[in-house]
């Protein structure tokens, strides 16, 4: 499938703002988004893309923003040849986690040896947040626990889990890219008992679990964490990450008003995990 790649200039180029300009941007079509320092790196199918609705977007974007953008045309290709050329080495957590494409030959013994095909989603375990929630996850006793992996992407949390002995394993993601790729990947695994959703926190309506993780973005885990812990049994764990060590006062703050008290936290490059408990 051929695509159009368009990069954004932000002006502020704040997290909250590129969220919201990539969450407009899945209204009209576009797929993938990768965060560059200064804007948004976005892909849409070159048959969904048009032009005048971007340009209609950002004429009414909600917030103060100063947005540019230029646009390159992406042939079809192997994403990962792609991976393999420019991005993806094998990366090990701990000493009981090793994290690889199909590609890779020659790559650690371990305990959990994982297969990643990333292609165009993202969450290979080289992001901070990644392999802070993997390096929280492999701390864990989940034999027998049901777990949510919210934001699965790639679904390496939802694979580990299921290694880990959790069942049943349910992963769901908004993006279309991320859960092909998440179904693909457990299937690389031999992971197919876990469940593959596509969608949002709507999703969570009449689910119980006994371990969440929500690797996200601040200002969604804000939003959709009532619908977390609505579906957390009693005594459960939230995991969260996709936010700074700054913004642990909003993230306490709201996991306060709906039961969940912070426990501890992780932290890596100024990026954190966070572990709550339903009281």
């Not at 804007?39 to 849409?44: D, I, L, R, S, Y």
């Not at 790559?107 to 969450?123: E, K, N, Q, T």
């Not at 964490?225 to 913004?247: N, P, R, T, V």
Request: glycine share 6%; net charge negative; charged share 25%.
């Amino acid at each position: 499938m051929d695509y159009e790649e368009v990069l954004f200039a932000v002006q502020p180029a704040e997290d909250f703002v590129c969220d919201v300009l990539s969450a407009e941007l899945g209204e009209i079509g576009f797929e993938s988004f990768v965060a560059t320092g200064n804007g948004v790196q976005a892909f849409c199918p070159a048959d969904l893309f048009s032009e005048e609705k971007l340009q209609a977007l950002l004429a009414e974007f909600p917030l103060e923003a100063k947005i540019s953008y230029t646009i390159t045309p992406v042939k079809a290709q192997n994403w990962n040849e792609e991976w393999e050329k420019h991005y993806f080495e094998p990366i090990v957590i701990g000493e009981d986690c090793v994290i690889r494409s199909s590609f890779h030959k020659q790559v650690p013994a371990a305990r959990y040896d994982i297969l990643i095909d990333p292609r165009m989603s993202f969450g290979t375990g080289h992001h901070e947040t990644t392999s802070l929630m993997l390096a929280a996850m492999l701390k864990l006793d989940l034999r027998g626990k049901s777990l949510l992996d919210m934001g699965c992407g790639t679904a390496v949390l939802a694979i580990l889990a299921a290694m880990k002995g959790a069942a049943p394993v349910t992963g769901i993601d908004i993006d279309e890219w991320a859960y092909n790729n998440a179904l693909d990947n457990i299937r690389l695994n031999n992971c197919e008992e876990i469940e593959i959703l596509q969608g949002g926190a709507e999703l969570l309506a009449g689910r119980q679990f006994d371990v969440i993780f929500a690797n996200i973005n601040r200002n969604i885990l804000v939003a959709d964490m009532e619908a977390y812990a609505a579906c957390l049994q009693s005594g459960g764990e939230l995991y969260m990450s996709g936010f700074y060590k700054d913004d642990i006062p909003v993230i306490e703050a709201r996991a306060n008003e709906l039961g969940l008290q912070l426990v501890d936290f992780s932290e890596k490059n100024n990026w954190v995990a966070v572990r709550t408990i339903k009281n």
